[in-house]
């Protein structure tokens, strides 16, 4: 076994300890004592600077407990990873998941292992006859691969994968996305670091990048950084400290834990779902953060969008479904914290938006009265946090120019997808989600116009209280409200036309706006 994946699945609880420490230093030596002069205002007042304080200090706990696993990463100990020999020669079936998708370089990739797979499917959930067209065309000049098509999409991708399990008896079953190319020696590296009890793991996790990919859009030059700072940061420390999701694609399935577990929970988000109940068994995934294939990020906004959307909505569905059982469940308490904090994102989307008006309120009935919304000491910690993010972000990309853009590209869509993303999370707590494919290859998304509508109102009015209620926040404010009101536009950031020009330019002023009012709320603070 790998030392990065704890034998007994125990989790050393040191960074929840860390970030707990500092945030309930924070929160009880400096912030509430001094929060209580708040209290000599009116009762209503006091009741909504309140409320707002609570969100930012939820938030701040969200943010620190993230951060600890991101910094840790850069101080893991680089492991000796000498390749074994293979001891044991599992039986393994490649399933190729495709609908409406279809790739056939990605798939020819599958077929190219230096280890030879038992069996090899090609999954087709596909409505449209142009890709069943494709993939026909491909099985016949193909022939070592097994086409499976369902009569229906019933459990949507989880519906796809346990009908192909359940027609295999291959000991290992390797999930692979669309639009997921594979190096030759994949398969054969996630076998070779097999844990020496098999048997207790769940799934074993590959790492994505999409640093050998051409990046063919702005908006993917710009924001695929993110993948591979997930997994080189976010997800890299969780072997030892945390929760290791499956992450529905470059996986290798254990079937006796799918048998255990009683398959894929048929759900939007099956893959975090599967790695909940697993836990539940007595069973844990395992990280290998060294063993990498390509991943595509969405095209454009409009595809990033809908993929946050289904996000959210699967999100709530597993909140809904699935958290509470989890969380009285075998699971370790940092596997257990870790994830509630994996999830509690989407939770607080929502509060994000609705806590842009209410501070620029609160703030700016403080400034008026000349009373310090902020300690002096917590104006440096949001320093220090800022700029600790850039760095890491410098040390993923080995780029400062590539650090920078990502910061400011993601500020804007970010922020413009907040509102819409946390009407999914909402909408999916009381009815189920439905799952929509994440557009792939080079398929542009088309905006919805009601959408539009909804978002450049909201900017509207987000600009004009920002400015009714001026104070050291209201650039924090009017940085959504230009995202909110840019929403349209950023659907345009590909294109060479004026429109994309324009786009490509304004979407760096929410990040300006954010930078400026962190100055300002600094300078406000320190007197």
Request: glycine share 6%; hydrophobic share 45%; proline share 5%.
């Amino acid at each position: 076994m790998t030392s990065s994946q704890p034998a007994s699945g125990s989790k050393n609880i040191l960074l929840i300890f860390i970030s707990l420490s500092v945030w309930i230093g924070l929160a009880f030596l400096i912030v509430w004592p001094w929060i209580h002069q708040i209290d000599q205002q009116n009762l209503y007042f006091s009741i909504v600077a309140h409320i707002n304080a609570g969100i930012w200090w939820i938030v701040l706990l969200w943010a620190l407990h993230h951060l600890s696993y991101q910094v840790a990463a850069l101080f893991k100990k680089k492991e000796q990873h000498e390749t074994p020999i293979i001891k044991r020669r599992p039986t393994v079936a490649i399933l190729y998941l495709t609908c409406d998708d279809f790739n056939a370089s990605c798939c020819e990739s599958c077929l190219s292992q230096d280890y030879r797979p038992a069996e090899f499917y090609i999954c087709d959930d596909s409505a449209k006859k142009q890709f069943k067209d494709e993939i026909d065309q491909f099985c016949s000049k193909h022939t070592k691969g097994i086409l499976r098509r369902r009569e229906n999409r019933i459990g949507y991708k989880a519906g796809n994968i346990n009908n192909a399990i359940n027609k295999t008896d291959a000991d290992w079953i390797l999930l692979i996305d669309a639009d997921q190319t594979l190096p030759k020696s994949y398969l054969s590296d996630l076998i070779r670091y097999l844990p020496d009890q098999p048997d207790s793991i769940a799934f074993v996790q590959g790492a994505h990048t999409t640093a050998d990919l051409p990046q063919n859009s702005q908006f993917q030059q710009a924001l695929s950084p993110e993948v591979d700072f997930f997994y080189s940061r976010d997800l890299s420390a969780r072997s030892k400290y945390g929760f290791i999701p499956l992450l529905g694609h470059g996986a290798l399935l254990n079937k006796s834990a799918w048998l255990r577990v009683g398959g894929i929970p048929e759900v939007v988000s099956e893959d975090f779902a599967f790695a909940m109940q697993s836990i539940n068994n007595g069973l844990r995934g395992q990280y290998l953060e060294f063993v990498t294939s390509t991943e595509v990020y969405p095209l454009d906004f409009g595809g990033f969008l809908l993929r946050l959307r289904k996000f959210s909505g699967g999100t709530a569905e597993l909140i809904h479904h699935e958290l509470f059982h989890f969380l009285v469940g075998k699971g370790s308490f940092p596997e257990k914290w870790d994830m509630l904090f994996m999830l509690i994102w989407y939770l607080l989307m929502p509060l994000l938006v609705i806590n842009g008006f209410l501070g620029s309120y609160v703030v700016h009935e403080l400034w008026v009265d000349n009373i310090s919304y902020l300690h002096p000491v917590l104006p440096y910690l949001y320093l220090w946090m800022f700029s600790a993010s850039i760095s890491l972000s410098v040390s993923s990309t080995h780029s400062f120019t590539k650090a920078a853009k990502f910061y400011f590209w993601s500020a804007a869509i970010y922020s413009a997808s907040l509102p819409l993303a946390s009407l999914s999370f909402l909408s999916g707590l009381f009815r189920k989600p439905q799952f929509k494919r994440t557009p792939k290859n080079a398929e542009r998304t088309e905006m919805k116009i009601l959408d539009s509508v909804i978002m450049v109102i909201l900017g509207i009015a987000a600009i004009f209280c920002s400015y009714i209620w001026l104070s050291p926040f209201s650039p924090i404010l009017a940085g959504q409200g230009v995202a909110y009101l840019c929403f349209p536009l950023y659907n345009q950031l590909n294109l060479n036309s004026p429109s994309g020009k324009i786009a490509r330019f304004i979407i760096y002023i929410p990040g300006l706006a954010m930078i400026f009012a962190l100055y300002a709320m600094w300078q406000w603070g320190r007197y």
